[in-house]
Nanobody
């Protein structure tokens, strides 16, 4: 059974940093494009960043460019999101997603990030 397990969320002051991790189980991790999304209650889910299967291509949402860095370690089946210069508006539940053409899309359960002002 495929599982994506996020960790690393928590409470941090404005300007601080956090690193999120997403570890995949029972998944051919190397094959998948991986992404981080976030959701604030009452709002649509927002794409934060994505990374190609081998890590050569990354994309970021405009609101996080220059502050967040997505990376992956295929040997550890793990996706990362380094978040620096955090702002209160970054407060959300963060989810990882695995996508591959022709296969089901998988989501993690989410990890809460709260940035205090």
């Amino acid at each position: 059974q495929v599982q994506l397990v996020e960790s690393g969320g928590g409470l941090v002051e404005s300007g601080g940093s956090l690193r999120l991790s997403c570890t995949a189980y029972a998944l051919l991790f190397n094959d998948y494009i991986m992404s981080w999304y976030r959701r604030v209650p009452g709002e649509a889910r927002e794409l934060v960043a994505s990374i190609s299967s081998r890590g050569g291509t990354t994309n970021y949402g405009d609101s996080v460019k220059g502050r967040f860095t997505i990376s992956r370690d295929n040997a550890k089946n793990t996706l990362y999101l380094q978040m620096n210069s955090l702002k209160p508006e970054d407060t959300a539940v963060y989810f990882c997603k695995a996508k591959h053409i022709g296969r089901p899309v998988y989501w993690g359960q989410g990890t809460q990030v709260t940035v205090s002002s």
